[in-house]
Each structure stands twice: as C-alpha cells, then as structure tokens.
C-alpha cells in the first residue's frame, strides 16, 4: 500500500505521530511531504501552492491514501490534483482552529478555521486525537457559522460529520516494565515540573500564581520548568525565575538526554492550561512515575481519573500542590499508561489505512 503523508505544520507533536506511526506500520510504503511550524496564516492557506510548486513530481505520484493533517487544505490540493481526490482521503485532527483560546490582540483566523472545515467535508474518513477535539471542532464550526451571513442550515452535515469521525488518539512510545519502575525510583516527590509551550494559551499566570503562594508558605518543592520557548514570552515566567530562584533545578529548552532524566526525575507534572486536545507533554511525563495534576477540562475529564483532577482554579491547584508536597500519604500511586502506548492502538490505526 502506497501512503502520502502530508503534513503542513509539522508542530512537534505532529512530527512525533507521522515518524511514529511511519514506524510502527513499516508494512506500508510511505511517501512524506511535511513545512516547518512558522509564518502559521500563510502556512495553513498557502500549503497546496508550496507542495505544488516544490513537490510537483510527488504529488503526481499514485497513491492509495492520502492522510493529511487538519492543517492541509485538503479540498484545494485536490483540485490542483484530480487523481488525488480518487483516492481514499483521510485527515488527522491534532487540534481545531474552533477551539483555540483567542488573545486580546489576534484577529479570529477566519481563514484557518475554514480550511479545517473544508478539510474535513473534502475527506472520506475523519479522525480526532481525542472526542474533546471532535465535539469542540462541531459545535465550534456550528456556532462559527451562524454568524456568517446567510445563516447556512449547517447543522445537518455538521451532525453528520461527527456521526462518521472517529477517535484515536496520538500514541505514545511503548514503555518496558523494567524502564518505569527505574523511573520511579529516581523520582524526586517534591519535583515539580512544567513541560509546555511557553504561551498565553498554556495559561502560565496560573501555574506561576500558585507557586508564588506556596513559596511564601513556606512549602518545600523544587521546579523544572523545561517545554519550547519562542522569541516571545509571557512576562510572567521572567518574573518567575526571579521570584522562584531558589527552588529551580532547570529552566528552558533542555537537550533530550537532559530532558529525559528531568522527566524521571518529576514527582508531580502540572498543567494549567486553557488549550489542550490530547497533552502529550503530560503523558509522557506520567509514563515515566510523575503524578499528573490537570484541570478538570477540555480533554483531560476522558483521559484522568478524578484523582489526577483539580477544578480548575488558582484555589483548587493551590490545595492539591499543597497536600501532595507536605503529605506523603495522600498522594496517588503512579498512573498506568499501557492504555496509551502503540501496541494498545496499532491495529486501529492500521485498520484506518486498509479499510476500504
């Protein structure tokens, strides 16, 4: 079976998924086309004419599949290229333009948000990394649509399109037994680490609030606050290293190897965020010993028993960080995460592909 792999943000997580799953499926032969994550209102609605220009004699190719992300223009590429629309067509949803948190100084990406629509009524088979993901990207398209004019009866397709979607989640890499349990002898319980996008959406104000006020109670921790930093950054984490000097182990972007043992390393991995549709950041963490304290919204309500949960709120973060730091017995054992690694997802994924 010949696959085109196409990729027109190749954001970090989207790059781990393609070589993933290029892996753990090594039956098929696979043709990859993916553009790096920048110049993003360009990217997403330019993307076909940059293939078309670069990649002529590729996409001229037959193929058996395409499987783009939401963030190809999936309807215009084929009709740049007719064959391709012949094709079985499949689209990955990492994440929705519907659903992402707006800042007071972004113009609502009107245009992103329609290329994912019209992405996903160009495919066959539509696939969500989480059912968060699917319900936010309906209702959100919904919503979005009634306000356009001519008030289009979107609904009845909408509803059908979720009808026919369907859900697999990102996998992550297949832990031995042996590797997580040496993980969690290295742990450091009063580690705290912070693994995210240094961004708004990722909501860091709340995150560094609670600190503070843990912090001057008086409650031991250490913080890792490692994740991917941009050219800008909120003002709340230059205020953070400053406030919070003496309990920091590492700050910024780390090497892999470093990484990793910083993730061995972590006794509790927050989030905090306003934006999230899977959170690998946070899985990952898990897999190897960390608790994972997420906020009781967006995805995390399907993948986290209440016990891994806060509500939400500054308060909420506040009382679980303080009853895990300062008393040993009321902290949870170690989530089991076999139920996200590949093997548990590998035959779904291969069935996407073969199924006609």
Not at 198 to 219: Q, R
């Amino acid at each position: 079976m010949r696959v085109l792999l196409l990729s027109a943000y190749e954001a970090i997580s989207h790059r781990y998924w393609a070589q993933s799953l290029m892996g753990q499926l090594d039956e098929v032969s696979w043709t990859l086309l993916a553009l790096p994550p920048r110049h993003f209102s360009w990217r997403i609605r330019g993307n076909p004419l940059s293939w078309m220009l670069k990649e002529h004699a590729i996409l001229n190719q037959s193929y058996d599949v395409v499987l783009a992300t939401s963030m190809v223009d999936l309807a215009t590429l084929i009709g740049l290229f007719p064959h391709l629309g012949r094709v079985k067509k499949v689209v990955y949803f990492h994440e929705n333009q519907f659903a992402y948190p707006e800042s007071s100084d972004q113009m609502s990406q009107v245009e992103a948000k329609m290329v994912n629509l019209y992405t996903a009524l160009a495919a066959d088979n539509v696939v969500f990394n989480s059912a968060y993901n699917r319900d936010s990207f309906i209702d959100g398209a919904r919503g979005f649509l009634k306000k356009m004019p001519e008030n289009l009866p979107a609904a009845k397709p909408l509803e059908a399109l979720r009808e026919r979607s369907q859900v697999l989640p990102v996998p992550i890499s297949e832990s031995s037994t042996s590797r997580q349990q040496t993980a969690i002898q290295k742990t450091v319980p009063q580690r705290i680490v912070w693994n995210h996008r240094w961004e708004y959406d990722k909501n860091p104000d709340d995150f560094f609030a609670v600190l503070f006020a843990l912090s001057e109670a008086g409650v031991a921790f250490e913080l890792a606050v490692l994740g991917q930093r941009f050219r800008q950054v909120p003002a709340i984490f230059a205020e953070a290293e400053q406030r919070l000097s003496r309990h920091i182990v590492a700050w910024g972007p780390q090497p892999e190897d470093a990484y990793r043992e910083l993730l061995d390393s972590a006794g509790i991995v927050v989030s905090t965020t306003w934006h999230e549709f899977q959170g690998l950041a946070i899985m990952e963490a898990a897999q190897r010993g960390a608790l994972p304290l997420v906020p009781n919204r967006l995805c995390f309500p399907a993948l986290y028993p209440l016990t891994y949960r806060y509500d939400g709120t500054q308060a909420g973060l506040y009382e679980r960080l303080h009853r895990w730091l300062t008393d040993p017995a009321a902290r949870p054992e170690p989530l089991d995460t076999k139920p996200w690694e590949w093997p548990a997802w590998r035959e779904e994924y291969r069935k996407l592909l073969l199924a006609r």
